[in-house]
């Protein structure tokens, strides 16, 4: 299968995804879109407290200012495609990838599997956080799990174990 | 089988209810509906076909198409997916061309009732719930008909967040936005609804309308909102009309509407938005989606919703089609090949697939008929989804009191068929002589966000469409 275009599968390649730098991914966490297509969408720019996500217009992809993220999280909230991820690289033992996840949640503390955007499982992953629907500012919980550093930009989603 | 735990609906206990199918005693929930009820029974054929005798099940689940046609308490031809399940009531399969009752009565509805209304509305999805509300608070008189039992249309089961403008409801759920509109509409005191209700023909000055399968009203109405929708499309393989073959809306009205999942194993067709959001809610249902077969070479719908379902394991099978499905009386297993760029089919590249049912996602096409009924021009787009009637800048199609709104003048989104529905709204109540300044404003507004709406690359197609069926008039 061509796996070269995200149109034909579906995912991005780490090197199609606007990525902070190492050192501002230590400083603490921040926000990364996954959100290539234009299409008719404004809810992350809109709810920005500090106006850190840039967009020209409706159907304009949004693009992070990294450096005035302050990681709060909100619009990983809000975004209806469910396509914005924080990272945050400054735990001594891993990386926290907080992620969007409209299903049964994990218990903090929990060992799940860190899947890759296929859905395979590449990591074992620790739930550190987990916001409920009540909880969450824009009606989508949220689990924050830590992951060992060499996975920051590839478990984009997790599986509890059975 | 019903959904226990689900990580966004609740399904409250509903009152039990009693009823036969076939002679012996069922039970169902208070609310549901017929179809529904039975699905919770593992009773996937309703009926057989006329002169070939073939297993009929669920397809659309809304009433637009004729796959579920039972007969209730001896009436023949009975729509089972929007007739609400009742203590008592006797369901029986039907087969072949079926005899209509001997008891006259059970036919002949009385006399037909005559009511007046300056704005009739027909369907309550975003566009006609969108409009009755812009006529009502411009002061004009509305009631709305569905043939549904409840209002919203298709919004109930919209579990997603929608996309749009933040302010047009971006990021709210289908279901909550639905939730506000139906509440706003009831506490309206100039909108009169009418649920269970069917319009059946526009006529010069008057609607017929069919309620609750007993007896006919018919209104007379200054000015006529169509907001009619879409009905799901099939697509051509062996044994499509198998029952387990649902349209993905369909699926969608009875696990998110009524929390009943159609089995536990299923392939979706179809990598459009609806195949990909509908999948997604399977996943969330608890159902093993094995793939999305895409018969085109790249995924039609937001790449975003194709992300979430990718991350959650699920194949798009681009460049794949159906070959068959097959199975005794319901869907067993379905056989997909890889097709070329041309559509040809890869000689040795079949697989199977055990599942329980299949969902098509393959598109829809607007719900016209009344419009035609009515004498509105129509003219054929596929952009937009088939035949749509061609209307001016404000709604308004070729016949000076009807207006058409929402998917059912091309397949759209929510947030468009909302917009669209105020435009109609506000000129319906400026045309009657009740808006004024806050009425023009509104169809303004709602011209410039819905062009804002289809300026990206995703909307070439619509913007074009939109533009091509443009009456010249208004």
């Known amino acids: 299968m061509n796996e070269t275009n995200w149109k ?8 199609e995804i606007q990525l902070p730098s190492e050192d501002r991914l230590e400083e603490g966490p921040v926000a990364v879109a996954e959100c290539p297509q234009q299409i008719p969408c404004d809810p992350c720019s809109q709810h920005c407290p500090v106006g850190a996500i840039d967009m020209e217009g409706l159907n304009d992809t949004p693009t992070v200012n990294f450096e005035a993220c302050t990681g709060c999280s909100i619009c990983v909230q809000y975004c209806p495609g469910l396509a914005i991820f924080l990272l945050d690289c400054s735990p001594k033992d891993g990386c926290d990838v907080t992620l969007p996840f409209e299903f049964d949640l994990p218990q903090v503390g929990e060992e799940v599997e860190g899947l890759d955007r296929k859905g395979k499982p590449i990591a074992s992953a620790t739930v550190k956080d987990v916001r409920t629907r009540e909880e969450s500012a824009g009606d989508t919980p949220t689990v924050t799990v830590r992951v060992p550093e060499e996975y920051v930009n590839r478990v984009r989603n997790i599986r509890r174990r059975k | 089988m019903r959904i226990e735990d689900h990580p966004i609906l609740s399904f409250p206990e509903e009152e039990e209810v009693t009823f036969t199918y076939e002679g012996r005693e069922v039970t169902g929930r208070t ?8 699905h919770n029974q593992g009773i996937i054929e309703l009926r057989k076909s006329g002169d070939k005798n073939r297993s009929r099940g669920l397809f659309c689940a809304i009433g637009k198409c004729s796959s579920c046609l039972m007969k209730v308490d001896g009436v023949p031809n009975v729509r089972t997916c929007i007739t609400e399940v009742r203590e008592g009531m006797e ?7 079926p005899e209509l009752p001997s008891s006259e009565r059970k036919l002949n509805p009385g006399p037909i009732d005559s009511e007046k209304t300056e704005v009739l509305v027909i369907g309550s999805g975003p566009a006609g719930l969108r409009s009755a509300l812009t006529a009502a608070r411009a002061g004009a008189q509305v009631k709305i008909v569905d043939e549904n039992p409840f209002l919203g249309g298709q919004l109930v089961k919209q579990t997603h967040k929608f996309f749009g403008s933040s302010e047009e409801e971006a990021g709210q759920r289908g279901i909550g936005i639905g939730e506000e509109l139906t509440e706003k509409v009831e506490k309206e005191k100039k909108i009169d609804v009418m649920t269970s209700a069917s319009a059946v023909g526009i006529y010069e000055g008057s609607v017929g309308i069919y309620v609750n399968r007993k007896k006919f009203v018919s209104i007379e109405a200054e000015k006529i909102i169509v907001a009619t929708g879409a009905i799901e499309d099939t697509i051509r393989f062996p044994n499509n ?13 009875l696990m998110n509407l009524y929390g009943v999942k159609p089995g536990s194993s299923a392939l979706m067709v179809g990598a459009g938005n609806v195949g990909l959001i509908v999948a997604y809610q399977l996943l969330q249902a608890g159902v093993d989606v094995k793939g999305i077969v895409e018969i085109a070479s790249e995924i039609g719908g937001y790449f975003v919703h194709a992300a979430k379902v990718r991350r959650a394991g699920v194949p798009i099978l681009t460049n794949h ?5 097959a199975g005794e009386e319901k869907v067993e297993r379905a056989t997909i090949a890889e097709v070329d760029e041309d559509g040809n089919r890869l000689e040795g590249s079949e697989k199977n697939y055990e599942i329980e049912f299949l969902a098509l996602g ?4 607007p719900s016209y008929r009344l419009l035609h009924h009515a004498g509105c021009e129509l003219t054929l787009d596929r952009r937009l989804g088939g035949y749509v009637p061609r209307k001016g800048p404000r709604m308004k199609t070729s016949r000076e009191d009807v207006y058409a709104a929402g998917d059912v003048t091309g397949v759209e989104e929510a947030t468009s068929a909302s917009l669209e529905g105020a435009i109609a709204g506000a000129d319906a109540a400026i045309t009657l002589g009740k808006g004024g300044k806050r009425e023009e404003e509104t169809v ?8 804002g709406m289809r300026s990206g690359p995703y909307y070439e197609g619509i913007r074009k469409g939109v533009k091509e ?5 208004d």
């Open chain 2, 241 to 253: 009309d198998l029952a387990g073959v649902y349209g993905a809306g369909g699926v969608q009205t």
């Open chain 2, 91 to 97: 369901v029986e399969k039907q087969s072949g061309f």
């Open chain 2, 469 to 473: 069926v443009r009456l010249e008039r």
């Open chain 2, 321 to 325: 089609e159906v070959v068959r499905v």
């Open chain 1, 8 to 15: 034909v599968s579906g995912k991005l390649k780490p090197g």
């Open chain 2, 362 to 365: 393959v598109g829809l096409s």
């Open chain 2, 31 to 38: 609310g549901e509906t017929i179809a529904s009820a039975l």
């Open chain 2, 444 to 451: 303004e507004k709602a011209r410039e966000e819905l062009a």
